[in-house]
């Protein structure tokens, strides 16, 4: 028979606390300090060890695992960036994970995506191959579109643009912005949407342009953290009750 979870401020509490010990990469052992995000959740709710917590939603979970296993320069910027995403999210099983997916997917291609892309052609203005073969006007021009987006579809056509306009080219090169212009897919676009075709996408490439643009990198995950978490207060997660605990000193 399957143990019943009941939420509470002393659960959420006991939470945080285990996340606040630290958080790795991938599921890691059953003791404070060596477990992915949704391990710490299970480990605090007193279940066997795994990263599949029933209060938590499937599609606020793959988001959440996609983002903790991605590149943090250590592991304390990851339990730094992550602990208020493992607040909010608790009961997040009772919301339409789809409904979250698109708002957080919207989130993401209108806030995060476009930071990403203006620094893909910061890194590139001074490479040749690339503004010989990639129309940057209309780039940035697509950028502005993504930022004025109003909704998830017309975020995902723009999104679409972009791509076509500058990865073609990009990739037949070794530039950064190659590396960089995955990075937005991966973290942005891709995540937002957490599938496997993505994930892998982000090891493929992503993975080595964050190890060597670490203080980017951050900015990005950051962000991107505060578009799953915006998305739970705005959904009303259950979780979201007990936010303050995060700013207890």
Avoid at 61 to 70: G, T
Avoid at 72 to 92: D, F, H, N, Y
């Amino acid at each position: 028979m399957e143990t019943e979870i009941k939420l509470n401020r002393a659960v959420a509490k006991k939470v945080l606390e285990t996340v606040d010990a630290g958080l790795v990469k991938g599921l890691g052992t059953a003791e404070p300090g060596k477990m992915c995000v949704e391990a710490a959740v299970n480990y605090a709710l007193g279940l066997p060890h795994g990263d599949n917590p029933k209060c938590v939603g499937s599609l606020v979970r793959d988001f959440k695992i996609a983002l903790n296993d991605s590149y943090w320069p250590s592991g304390k910027e990851r339990t730094k960036g992550m602990r208020k995403l493992a607040v909010a999210q608790l009961g997040s099983d009772t919301l339409d994970q789809h409904v979250f997916l698109e708002k957080v997917g919207f989130r993401c291609m209108t806030k995060v995506l476009p930071v990403i892309l203006e620094n893909a052609v910061k890194e590139d203005k001074d490479n040749d191959f690339v503004k010989k073969n990639v129309d940057l006007k209309a780039f940035k021009s697509v950028i502005k579109e993504l930022k004025a987006a109003k909704t998830f579809g017309e975020a995902k056509e723009a999104s679409k643009k972009a791509r076509k306009i500058y990865s073609a080219s990009a990739y037949a090169y070794d530039s950064a912005s190659a590396s960089a212009y995955a990075s937005a897919y991966a973290y942005a676009y891709a995540s937002a949407y957490a599938s496997a075709y993505a994930y892998d996408y982000a090891y493929a490439y992503a993975y080595d342009y964050a190890k060597k643009n670490q203080t980017f990198s951050l900015k990005v995950l950051n962000l991107i953290a505060k578009q799953g978490l915006d998305t739970l207060i705005e959904m009303k997660s259950p979780g979201c009750k007990w936010l303050d605990l995060c700013d207890a000193k």
